[in-house]
């Protein structure tokens, strides 16, 4: 039997998809906490995308299951997607939603990362540009992972993709708007988008059953 792992986003635990997995009834579904969030432990403070996809498959093994659907959201979508273009046997189908898997910087934090650079080389690097998200993770202990995060760019590997894959994007997402998916589409090959009106990048909390039937429609 096929069984559908949800790695949830960043900020997110599995808490957040149980009224999502509460909806299934022939297919089992298994949400995972991934370390530093939920109740799972942060196990390193320098990792990235490559250490989390390589505790993921770890999971997956302890789990013994050989017959999976990888469904990441936001950054466990980054970890997903990384993990699909090293092409597992057990993987069988990649659900990407709402996934900045390629960097692609607004021109708005182009600016401020330019600024910085300005005001580091004249001594005034203090007067870093306020993000609340990274001041958030550097409370939690995360600002080195989050650091690691953002940047890393999947251009090269999603090419590598061989397994069929849909791609979910509510039309009103703010924080990864739809011109990633529609790059992501023609990179991965075997891809299909689907874009939801009217929802933004929680889409499974905003409308749950419309969320539940295009995922329930791929599977």
Partial sequence: MKTLVILHGWGHDKAYWQDFIGKFQDTDVIAIDLPGFGE?????????IPEYALWVKNKIAEMKLD?????????????AS?????????????????S???????????????VYKILKRLGL????????????????GLGKVFRNVVPFDQTELLIKINVPTLLIWGANDE????????ELNILIPNSKLVIL???????????????????????
């Fill in 125 to 140: 690097k203090n007067q870093k540009p306020k993000n609340t998200e990274l001041q958030k993770a550097d409370n939690d």
């Fill in 82 to 98: 990384f993990i699909a273009s090293e092409n597992p046997e057990w993987l069988k189908g990649l659900i990407l939603y709402g």
């Fill in 197 to 219: 009106d009217g929802l933004g990048h929680n889409a499974h909390l905003e409308n749950l059953n419309l969320f539940y039937g295009t995922v329930k429609n791929f599977i």
């Fill in 175 to 182: 924080a990864v708007p739809v011109t990633i998916a529609k």
């Fill in 67 to 79: 017959t999976v659907i990888l469904l990441g959201h936001s950054f466990g979508g980054r970890i």
């Fill in 40 to 48: 799972e432990p942060l196990v390193n403070s320098d990792w990235g």
């Fill in 100 to 114: 900045p898997s390629i960097y692609r910087p607004s021109d708005r934090t182009k600016l401020k990362i330019k």
